[in-house]
């Protein structure tokens, strides 16, 4: 089966860099995604990592390691409109969500 | 805009009674699920589909019906609801072409429709 482990809460402060991490379980990986979901939207897509290492698309960065099946999302500069919840997603036909990390921004 | 489309976007009902969830959409797109969320669980696939002939049951089907009346819509029965069936409903598509070429299998989701079962 698939399973993804996530933190359910974060805090940082405003202008920080915040970091969330997800482990992950499955059989076959076909990739790492991280989608973002404000409270009463739907959840969007912010990347995707097939391969191990670093992948920025601006303030936003993804990272993975096949090896230790593990891999995070990094936040820099957060504004305050990046509260969110933030889930880590894998697998290929069909796709599994972690639970999700709420992400709470400090003035 | 080419877009996922739900309806209804809220819906309240009684338990025993028979709800459907429709979904439509403009994108293209030959993949569509059906996912559940609840508080603290993400989000849980209930079926999907890769095309009109094509229905698979996803980690939580029971309880749960589909149809894929045509390529740009897929409908959600809950046949005879229940309490624990409310949640908020989420439709998603994708793009075979792009996720069968190495592409990723990016889900463009719908606005969700809040169901409530009393």
């Known amino acids: 089966g698939q399973s993804l482990e996530q933190p359910s809460e974060v805090t940082a402060v405003e202008g920080a860099i915040v970091q969330i991490n997800c482990t992950y379980q499955?059989?076959?990986?076909?990739?790492l995604s991280w989608y973002q979901q404000h409270d009463g939207g739907a959840p969007t897509f912010l990347s995707y990592n097939a391969l191990d290492g670093l992948e920025e698309t601006g303030r936003f960065s993804s990272f993975l390691s096949r090896s230790d099946s593990y891999g995070y999302l990094l936040l820099q500069e957060l504004q305050m409109k990046d509260s969110a919840s933030y889930f880590c997603?894998?697998?290929?036909?069909?796709?599994?969500f972690g639970k999700g990390t709420r992400l709470h921004i400090l003035p | 805009d080419a877009d996922v489309t739900q309806t209804p976007r809220n819906r309240i009902t009684k338990t025993g009674k028979r709800i459907m969830l429709e979904c439509s959409q403009t994108?293209?797109?030959?993949?569509m699920y059906w996912y559940r969320q609840d508080p603290g669980l993400g989000l849980r696939l209930i079926y999907y589909?890769?095309?009109?002939?094509?229905?698979n049951k996803g980690e939580i089907s029971d309880g749960y019906s589909v149809s894929r009346q045509a390529q740009a819509k897929f409908s959600l029965s809950l046949e005879s609801a229940i309490p624990n069936q409310t949640a908020l409903y989420f439709c998603a598509t994708s793009d075979l072409e792009v996720a069968t070429g190495g592409g990723y299998n990016e889900q463009f989701f719908g606005p969700g429709t809040r169901l409530t079962v009393l």
């Open positions: 589909s890769f095309d009109v002939k094509d229905i």
């Open positions: 994108k293209g797109h030959d993949r």
């Open positions: 499955t059989s076959g990986f076909y990739g």
């Open positions: 997603a894998v697998g290929g036909d069909k796709i599994i």
